[in-house]
């Protein structure tokens, strides 16, 4: 007898009470009742509906060696035969019978529940949700923002921690215990300020300094903040960057006391205001300042040039406010020696080329979820930070080009066994550009005019000028925001590039950036704020010093142990041989490494 005809025969029986671990379907009968309660509540996707509708063969019937004995089926009359779907299933013994009936998918009542949604969520704020999941979920350093805050300005807002301090313009200081679990993770990788605290927090070398800061202020910053605390320095601190601030650790220092003036995505007027606020304190006079890209120390010299007679020192860590420096030290206008950290083996050969080695892929995933394998990408500059770049590129499959002025490092590049080109020569064709130079306008309206459609433009150097985006904001093009720090600019003709971070830092604004190499650079930060300010008289003039290459040597062997490394040890004959003290410094100052 036929499936169809055994199922014919049935349509009036209905399984009850299946009991036991017998072989039965694994979904479970429903009453009409729960069938359309649950119809309400869930929808039952295509795919469901295909596989319920399906009618099971019967297979040839096996004797086992123990047979399993099925419950009965007991006849009854249904009332509403249509609810039979006409299916059956076989048991073990090789009875056929009905299959648990599910309510069969109605898709054009399920067109009209879908129209009977709220109607309130418009085109535009629905995008707007997403936009915010997606901030959620690829914001910089996950930030914990609360959307509930997003519309009222920190400026506007009177926060106070839990002593009663105010001291401070944050995001939110409810996100302190969030910001405070990071800084504890950072710590963990910060093995060389943890050691500084412990070997140099009896001394004090920094009791009495006044420490103004402007940098990133993220977990990393804030285990150096701490650092410079125990180290006996009172701080402040501003952000210098409006996109890079992590919310929570802002809260978290805010919250331990210090005066902390940041949140992520400050606007201009904002940015100078934290500056200011930091600075023009009634009762508080720095005499140190640490900067990243020198708008700190340009904000001073702009309105408040009298307080440079009470400065011992700046310590610089950025290519362009090192330039800066320079500048005034040429112009004769610099008041106060200045340490340059950008320039010692610490930072460039171990910040700018091995962190950047490793979050140029995490910026651009994060923002973009682009595949690297095959993608045709061009990195203007071949510094420590290009070399970065270009090794993690090159080791993802990317066909890297290069663009450079310096023959030495454009040789470099070649040796290196990339293709060294001008960027108007394959800007047509190049699927990624970044910029790593620290120089203004490398990508100007002309170049993106010529890109391909989907292009993605993005910063790797400090500066946020090496890309024209003031050519961008023109009537012509139509910016569409796609979610946090990710922008399309779009041509009349449809065409449109994938600009992030507006131009500014990609790493630091939309990703983060690998904490033990941070820990290097911190830790020069604070070994040049010890010596700048516990430089006797005379020692610094007014101009701009490499830190000493013995501090750099220090630094690098205090994360030594991390990786359970051995030093070799000079014997007195070497030491000797090589006109060398056994302690260092052992390369001399021209020594490239």
């Not at 509403?80 to 648990?100: I, R």
């Not at 629905?126 to 936009?131: A, D, E, G, H, P």
């Not at 060389?192 to 070398?205: C, D, T």
Request: glycine content about 6%; charged content about 25%; aromatic content about 8%.
């Amino acid at each position: 007898m036929s499936v169809q005809a055994v199922t014919a025969k049935m349509a009036e029986v209905e399984l009850k009470d299946v009991a036991g671990k017998a072989a039965s379907p694994a979904i479970s009968p429903l009453t009409p009742k729960a069938e359309e309660k649950k119809s309400e509540n869930n929808s039952t996707s295509p795919s469901a509906a295909a596989a319920a509708a399906v009618t099971v063969e019967p297979s040839p019937v096996t004797t086992a060696p123990n047979p399993v004995k099925m419950p009965q089926a007991s006849a009854m009359k249904r009332p509403d035969p249509q609810l039979n779907g006409g299916e059956a299933f076989v048991n073990y013994d090789g009875t056929v019978a009905e299959a648990p009936r599910m309510k069969k998918i109605q898709f054009a009542d399920q067109k009209q529940e879908f129209n009977k949604r709220p109607t309130k969520i418009s085109r535009r704020s629905l995008s707007r949700s997403i936009s915010q999941s997606s901030t959620d979920s690829y914001g910089s350093a996950a930030s914990y923002t609360d959307s509930s805050d997003d519309e009222t300005s920190p400026r506007d807002k009177q926060q106070k921690n839990s002593k009663g301090n105010a001291d401070f313009c944050i995001k939110n200081i409810k996100q302190a215990d969030f910001g405070r679990r990071e800084i504890e993770i950072a710590e963990q990788e910060m093995p060389a300020l943890m050691a500084l605290r412990k070997r140099a927090q009896g001394e004090k070398p920094l009791a009495g300094a006044k420490i103004v800061g402007c940098t990133h202020i993220t977990a990393q910053t804030a285990v150096l903040m701490e650092t410079l605390s125990a180290l006996g320095a009172q701080c402040r601190w501003a952000a210098c960057n409006i996109y890079s601030t992590q919310n929570e650790v802002a809260a978290a220092l805010a919250e331990g006391g210090f005066s902390v003036f940041a949140w992520k995505g400050e606007s201009e007027d904002d940015f100078w205001w934290c500056i200011d606020r930091c600075v023009n304190v009634e009762g508080w006079q720095p005499n140190m300042i640490l900067d990243d890209g020198g708008d700190l120390t340009h904000w001073i010299y702009k309105k408040y040039p009298s307080m440079f007679k009470k400065i011992k020192g700046i310590v610089e860590e950025s290519v362009t406010g090192v330039h800066r420096l320079y500048q005034l030290s040429k112009a004769g206008k610099l008041c106060v020696p200045a340490m340059n950290v950008n320039d010692s083996v610490t930072k460039q050969k171990f910040d700018n080329l091995y962190c950047c080695r490793e979050s140029i892929l995490d910026g651009l995933k994060r923002t973009t979820d682009v595949m690297f394998g095959g993608k045709q990408v061009v990195v203007c500059g071949y510094g420590e930070v290009g070399k970065g770049c270009c090794a993690a590129l090159k080791a993802m499959g990317s066909i890297v080009y290069v663009t450079e002025i310096d023959p030495i490092c454009a040789l470099q590049a070649c040796m290196d066994g990339f293709r060294l080109v001008k960027l108007n020569e394959v800007i047509r064709q190049v699927d990624i550009v970044i910029t790593c130079t620290g120089n203004k306008n490398v990508v100007v309206r002309e170049y993106m005019d010529r890109m391909k459609n989907g292009c993605i433009v993005c910063n790797m150097g400090h500066s946020n000028t090496e890309i024209d985006v003031a050519s961008l904001r023109t009537p012509e093009l139509t910016w569409e925001r796609v979610r946090s720090q990710v922008d399309h600019v779009i041509w009349p003709d449809g065409k449109r590039i994938v600009l992030l971070a507006e131009g500014r830092l990609l790493n630091l604004s939309c990703s983060t950036v690998p904490t033990f190499v941070l820990s290097i650079t911190a830790t020069t930060q604070a070994l040049a704020l010890i010596e700048l300010y516990n430089a006797p008289e005379g020692r610094y003039k007014q101009d701009v010093y490499l830190l000493p290459k013995k501090m750099d040597e220090y630094v690098a062997s205090l994360h030594l142990p991390t990786f359970d490394a051995h030093l070799t040890e000079l014997s007195d004959e070497q030491a000797k041989y090589l006109g060398l003290n056994k302690n260092g410094p052992f390369k001399p100052n021209y020594y490239r490494y």
